[in-house]
């Protein structure tokens, strides 16, 4: 069975750090290109990071270039977020998502709440 299965959320204060990991099971997974994205409450789901699956370079979005990094361990099948100085506009549900051109699996998601 192929899936995705997000861990490392929790509650944190604003300033604080959370790891978050994503972790992939029936999948040739050193070929995907992974992502993360997240949703607020009451917003669309957003772009946060990705890293591909050949060369292992990473995008970020700008919201979240220089306090969060994103890193791959092809032989674990496991992605991970780093996610430093976080802010309460940070809080969403975090949703990794593994693309191989036109397949995509997706997690179910682990909650990050950052309180002020």
């Known amino acids: 069975q192929r899936q995705l299965v997000e861990s490392g959320g929790g509650l944190v204060q604003a300033g604080g750090s959370l790891r978050l990991s994503c972790a992939a099971s029936?999948?040739?997974?050193?070929?995907?290109?992974v992502n993360w994205f997240r949703q607020a409450p009451g917003k669309e789901r957003e772009f946060v990071a990705t890293?591909?699956?050949?060369?292992?370079?990473?995008t970020y979005a700008d919201s979240v270039k220089g306090r969060f990094t994103i890193s791959r361990d092809n032989a674990k099948k496991m992605v991970y977020l780093q996610m430093n100085s976080l802010k309460p506009d940070d809080t969403a549900v975090y949703y990794c998502?593994?693309?191989?051109?036109?397949?995509?699996?997706w997690g179910q998601g682990t909650q990050v709440t950052v309180s002020s």
């Open positions: 890293i591909t699956g050949d060369t292992g370079s990473t």
């Open positions: 029936g999948l040739a997974f050193s070929v995907y290109t």
């Open positions: 998502n593994a693309r191989l051109f036109s397949t995509v699996y």
